[in-house]
């Protein structure tokens, strides 16, 4: 993109100069404030990239720069040019609004609600309206207006739709007369270019056919892209189509290792899942890549005190209105794997599109996309898992994200009702099984009880005896769910006790430990056992005196937060480019200077603050500041062995990061929020 050209952009939705992100389904420029709010509307009404620091395929480059730059914008603000509507009270965004509510309630009327596109006039069949954009869009897509069609598409005209007369599809028509642009804004709206006309072709074949050479390679690029795209998160690598190579899978470092029963059977039941919700399984995990990858550019090229602004952040995947219930509480469920969890899954979802596509089939006992969840973040050795607690949003709305989510349990023990007939699993055996579960939480529940028992009585005879006694992180007490291990050396293991499959925390976005056990002083038992103040397990045991506290309501002053807040994004924007630039020696010293930003930011706060927000944001914090210095440790290979995965450390690397700033940017909200009061 030209300088000239760039100089002369706005944003679609608040007219700010020099917008650095782009909508690629909706055909707009927009900038960072705004795109904070397309990204919490989700893929779904907004598929947002970065004109810089994402990659694209340059022909998708230039689809969505021809839209922005003949108007497409005016397709989603149609109302909004006619004078009248200035004289009703209706306006678009400006520069000066704020982020919330002004910008996020006119971006959501005007992608969400489609409040502003010129509507069709009403008819009585709503069904024929839908056939006769369709017919139209299958006419006009043989031409270069693109704007056009993405009206049309706006409208409700259905990218697959099969002309009944013409026997193929729009993209068929597209391939054929070689309408490259036209191709890449079906195929974002959903057009399949492995579909066959009535004479059994694809598009691929009448852009080969036709001659289109580059066109035919850039669809098969497309056919494959959701597998592509994992592959490449994991190894940065894509497969060579050309070459007839389609899939790559990688192995993890550790792959040599055992894996758990239930591993083994999760492995089992994703085999076995129908291709439909195989499909669905392996859109989510692609929808979750997407937001992985898009956090780390957003946190790579924000300036160093962005976080203190209003802009969103997007700690889990937006509910999907046209998704069940189940299935967008188990995308949320998602963002709670580690690196590593999340790798495996990735890893075998890789593994089973590459066998299902070779036509290897396997039986199809009882399909349970939950179990495969659970079992993954389970996978080196988390044996006990603890389900009673949602740790996701509670999907009626996923826009109170700074707030703990409700507790409750969870009747995760239904599967989709639709392929109950799909096997050999009997009801007699399902509810078999249902009945196991209930009764291992029954166990579950009890031993909580006494461990809950165990810690009052500790607490009462240490207040009795007057000691200064200490509780170490090592204590004999029982503690659910059990831990993960990902890597074995001791640090780490202290460091992850988090298990973000198999326990709950309090909140979508702590990573620390499982609080949902708290007891009337506002700590939770397991957390007591292992630290209550602030600096992270590596600091000093904290003595009883602490826990006895009351209650702390003061907070620091917002300009103090924002200024320690500044200090820690600066020092995580100097990690990440060394990150970006493969310097892995400087690793350990940023994350040094990290932590030390860290623990002076944590210092600002009570030891106890009355607010369960500010501690679990402050939890967050300090642990995701240990972790980071254990993973980066990871990068110096030791003496004589061999060396470590650098693209799975680099990954780990940037989550504790991100998680780090997303703290960071709820205690400055929390700080600023209750000052203002």
């Not at 021809?66 to 005016?74: R, V």
């Not at 944001?617 to 060396?643: F, H, M, W």
């Amino acid at each position: 993109m030209s300088k000239r050209l760039r100089n002369s952009e706005v944003c679609a939705d608040c007219s700010v100069p020099e917008p650095r992100w782009a909508s690629v389904n909706r055909g707009v420029l927009i900038c960072d404030e705004c795109c904070s709010v397309h990204r919490s509307l989700g893929r779904h009404s907004s598929q947002v990239r970065h004109l810089t620091h994402s990659p694209w395929p340059p022909t998708q480059l230039q689809m969505v720069q021809t839209l922005y730059n003949n108007g497409a914008n005016s397709i989603w603000e149609h109302s909004l040019l006619d004078p009248a509507s200035v004289m009703s009270g209706k306006r678009k965004a400006s520069p000066q609004d704020k982020v919330h509510p002004n910008k996020t309630e006119f971006i959501k009327a005007k992608y969400q609600m489609l409040a502003f596109v010129h509507r069709m006039p009403c008819r009585d069949d709503d069904s024929f309206t839908a056939k006769d954009l369709s017919k139209q869009l299958h006419s006009s897509v043989r031409t270069g207006n693109l704007e056009t069609c993405l009206r049309l598409l706006s409208l409700g005209a259905q990218a697959n739709f099969f002309h009944p007369d013409k026997g193929n599809t729009p993209l068929h028509v597209a391939a054929k007369a070689g309408q490259v642009s036209q191709a890449e804004l079906l195929t974002v709206y959903g057009a399949d270019p492995g579909a066959p006309d009535s004479s059994g072709k694809t598009p691929i074949d009448h852009a080969r056919q036709a001659g289109h050479h580059d066109l035919a390679d850039r669809l098969v690029e497309i056919q494959y892209e959701l597998t592509d795209r994992l592959a490449y998160y994991l190894c940065g690598r894509k497969p060579d189509h050309k070459s007839g190579q389609h899939f790559i899978v990688p192995q993890m470092a550790d792959s040599s290792l055992d894996l758990s029963e239930l591993a083994k059977v999760a492995k089992k039941k994703l085999q076995s899942l129908s291709n439909h919700l195989f499909e669905e399984l392996a859109m989510d995990v692609y929808d979750e890549v997407d937001r992985r990858e898009t956090d780390a550019v957003w946190l790579a090229t924000q300036n160093h005190s962005t976080l203190v602004t209003e802009t969103t952040v997007v700690p889990f995947l937006p509910v999907n209105p046209e998704y069940s219930s189940t299935r967008n509480q188990g995308r949320q469920k998602l963002a709670r794997f580690n690196a590593h969890e999340f790798a495996t899954l990735v890893i075998d979802i890789l593994s089973d599109a590459k066998r299902r596509q070779t036509g290897n089939s396997i039986g199809s006992p009882k399909d349970s996309v939950d179990l495969i969840l659970r079992a993954v973040g389970s996978r080196h050795g988390s044996e006990a898992q603890d389900n009673d607690q949602p740790d996701y949003d509670s999907v009626a709305s996923d826009e109170e994200a700074e707030q703990d989510p409700p507790s409750g349990k969870e009747d995760r023990t239904k599967s989709l009702d639709s392929d109950l007939s799909d096997g050999p699993v009997t009801v007699q055996e399902f509810l078999e099984v249902k009945n196991a579960l209930s009764a291992s939480e029954a166990k579950i529940q009890q031993l909580m009880k006494v461990n809950s028992n165990l810690s009052d009585e500790l607490r009462l005879m240490q207040k009795k005896t007057g000691k200064a006694a200490f509780v170490t992180s090592s204590s004999s007490l029982p503690s659910f769910p059990s831990t993960l291990s990902w890597s074995r050396d001791e640090s780490t293991l202290r460091a992850s006790k988090l298990d973000k499959q198999g326990s709950m925390p309090d909140s979508d976005y702590d990573n620390t430990a499982n609080d949902s056990e708290m007891d009337d002083s506002g700590l939770s038992r397991r957390g007591r056992m292992r630290s209550t103040g602030w600096l992270g397990e590596s600091c000093s045991i904290p003595e009883l005196d602490d826990l006895e506290a009351e209650p702390d309501p003061t907070l620091p002053s917002t300009e103090d937060v924002i200024r320690r807040t500044e200090q820690i994004t600066k020092n995580i924007q100097e990690l990440l480019r060394a990150a970006q630039e493969n310097k892995h020696d400087s690793f350990i010293p940023c994350s040094e200077r990290i932590h030390v930003a860290v623990t002076e930011m944590a210092a600002l706060f009570p030891k106890r603050p009355r607010s369960e927000t500010v501690r679990s944001s402050l939890r967050l914090l300090t642990s995701s500041a240990y972790r980071l210095q254990s993973e980066c440790r990871k990068a110096v290979p030791p003496e004589g062995g061999p060396g470590p995965d650098m693209q799975l450390v680099t990954q780990q690397v940037i989550q504790c990061a991100y998680d780090i700033a997303k703290a960071a940017k709820q205690l400055v909200t929390i700080t600023t929020k209750e000052n203002n009061n």
